[in-house]
């Protein structure tokens, strides 16, 4: 018999809906507190992932900021030597580039000129430089002087002429040559580095030219022209060293005086010597070539410069603190037995270089000399002079100075 379904549900107490209904709030609750930690949980995950996100492109900021940061230095660097570069006509001496000792350094360079280590082959013999080589030996020639470069720290010699074996003379009225093994008079002599651009230098072809470099460096000597430009360490001083020949083009020496310069400031040079061979022959003054060229090498950065080619001692002028000596005359000088003029002189100054570059203390000496012991005769052995003779040539040194047209600045 199927059951009945009672027409009425049992009526449900008073307590009961109040348990229920509480049983369904406390349940709601939990529900709405699970929703709410669930969602602050995604909240701090994003949270998390967008500062890690970020860390990471502050990162990636902060490194190209660093990057960009060090080009712009570089390019200011960059900027910095052009303006240096395009700027070097100044009276403003170069910093010093590589010297970084506490207490200063002192170095006497000496300077002197026209060293021709052979003789013409249409000369005579007898009464030749190359046969007073041959008879009396490599230190017969610097014997009166050698104390005095070997008291120095360095000694600059223009060699002139070409020391060869070559038959092949060029076309032209003098040509000299000597053996390879005379480059030992300069050794024997104290003298450390020869200045190779001049007239003479390829008087029997470009061959003549490298010969003489390899006897140069075949006794130890460096050597610096043309092109060419050395750097000498002198007691932790790197002294640069250029040679400009200015005969043949003149004022057109300037690109190349410029280029050389800029190549020993790349090499850091703390101390610039610049050697010309210039000027005209038995001229008692520079003419307008030399000191435009000479007061030019200054401005560029020059601590000093010396010149020869006119066979006899032009004047000394000092310029923006600087000095230029414009020809030193014959020295050791095989190209005539009997020359026009016998005064010669060793230029001497006396440097001292700082951390803060070249000190401006002008200290210097000039030693006359006779580029021969015997007054009748050229017997190729320079020799300093005392007394009358020393006095006389120091005042023919102050009167040629006064002949040099002052800068107009």
């Known amino acids: 018999m199927p059951k009945k379904t009672p027409r009425h549900q049992p009526r449900i107490?008073?307590?009961?809906?109040?348990?229920?209904?509480?049983?369904?709030?406390?349940g709601v609750?939990?529900?709405?507190?699970?929703?709410i930690i669930s969602l602050v949980g995604l909240?701090?995950?994003?949270?998390?992932?967008?500062?890690?996100s970020v860390k990471k492109e502050k990162t990636v900021s902060s490194e190209s900021a660093q990057a960009e940061t060090q080009l712009t230095e570089e390019s200011a660097d960059s900027d910095t030597a052009q303006e240096d570069t395009a700027g070097s006509d100044t009276d403003t001496p170069s910093p010093v580039a590589s010297?970084?000792?506490?207490?200063?350094?002192?170095?006497?360079?000496s300077v002197i000129g026209d060293c021709i280590l052979g003789t013409d082959e249409y000369f005579d013999y007898d009464s030749s430089l190359t046969n007073y080589y041959y008879m009396y030996g490599a230190d017969y020639f610097f014997q009166n002087v050698r104390d005095i470069f070997e008291a120095d720290d360095l000694t600059i010699a223009n060699m002139e002429g070409t020391l060869t074996e070559s038959e092949e003379r060029e076309d032209k009225t003098f040509a000299f040559k000597g053996s390879a093994?005379?480059?030992?008079?300069?050794?024997?002599?104290g003298v450390e580095?020869?200045?190779?651009?001049?007239n003479h230098s390829h008087d029997y072809g470009e061959q003549s030219y490298l010969d003489t470099l390899d006897a140069l460096e075949a006794v130890g000597l460096t050597h610096f022209g043309y092109d060419d430009v050395i750097t000498m360490d002198v007691k932790g001083v790197k002294v640069g060293l250029t040679g400009i020949y200015e005969l043949d083009d003149h004022l057109e020496r300037e690109a190349?005086?410029?280029?050389n310069m800029q190549k020993l400031k790349d090499e850091k040079?703390?101390?610039?010597?610049?050697?010309?061979?210039?000027?005209n022959e038995l001229e008692e003054a520079p003419d307008s070539n030399q000191t435009t060229l000479g007061r030019l090498a200054v401005d560029l950065g020059a601590d000093l410069v010396c010149g020869h080619h006119p066979h006899i001692l032009q004047g000394i002028e000092t310029y923006k603190g600087k000095k230029i000596v414009y020809s030193l005359g014959n020295f050791c000088f095989g190209g005539n037995t009997h020359p026009t003029e016998f005064d010669t002189a060793i230029y001497q100054q006396t440097f001292t270089i700082t951390r803060q570059g070249v000190e401006p203390n002008l200290i210097t000496n000039i030693i006359p000399c006779c580029v021969s012991s015997n007054w009748d005769y050229n017997d190729y052995i320079p020799t300093p002079q005392e007394g009358y003779e020393r006095d006389r040539i120091m005042e023919k040194i102050d009167e040629r100075s006064s002949y040099i047209e002052p800068a107009t600045v």
């Open 43 to 52: 909240r701090i995950i994003s949270s998390g992932r967008r500062t890690s």
């Open 181 to 189: 093994e005379m480059a030992q008079i300069l050794t024997s002599g």
């Open 269 to 279: 040079s703390d101390l610039i010597i610049v050697i010309f061979h210039w000027g």
């Open 256 to 259: 190349q005086l410029r280029a």
């Open 13 to 26: 107490s008073r307590q009961e809906r109040v348990r229920q209904l509480r049983t369904r709030i406390i």
């Open 29 to 35: 609750g939990a529900l709405l507190a699970v929703l």
């Open 99 to 109: 010297y970084d000792k506490d207490e200063p350094t002192t170095i006497t360079v």
């Open 193 to 198: 580095t020869c200045n190779t651009a001049n």
